[in-house]
Nanobody
Framework: QVQLVESGGGLVQPGGSLRLSCAAS????????MGWFRQSPGKQRELVAT???????NYADSVKGRFFISRDNAKNTVYLQMNSLKSEDTGVYYC????????????????WGQGTQVTVSS
């Protein structure tokens, strides 16, 4: 089974930084897109950043210049460096990866992590 496991969430003061990580494991052939979404209280899940393989990154306007996504293909891992955090960044952060499994290389579909809580508060 393919699994995505996130880590790095927690409580941070406004203006602080956090780094989230998400590692995929299982019978993976290739990962085309890695990304992060978040869901804040009372709101729908929204895109934070995505990083397609070999293509430009994409950020939500609200995080541009503060958040930075990166990936380590050898480790099947995606990171989200979050700087200058604001209270409105509070929420559950989910990683997602669009991938193909070994033995099903023509089929690509998204997988999701379980989510990690980020709370920005003084």
């Amino acid at each position: 089974q393919v699994q995505l496991v996130e880590s790095g969430g927690g409580l941070v003061q406004p203006g602080g930084s956090l780094r989230l990580s998400c590692a995929a494991s299982g019978p993976i052939f290739t990962i085309t897109v890695m990304g992060w979404f978040r869901q804040s209280p009372g709101k729908q899940r929204e895109l934070v950043a995505t990083m397609p393989l070999g293509s430009n990154t994409n950020y939500a306007d609200s995080v541009k210049g503060r958040f930075f996504i990166s990936r380590d293909n050898a480790k099947n891992t995606v990171y989200l460096q979050m700087n200058s955090l604001k209270s409105e960044d509070t929420g559950v952060y989910y990683c997602t990866m669009t991938l193909a499994k070994l033995g099903q290389t023509a089929l690509r579909r998204p997988y999701w992590g379980q989510g990690t809580q980020v709370t920005v508060s003084s």
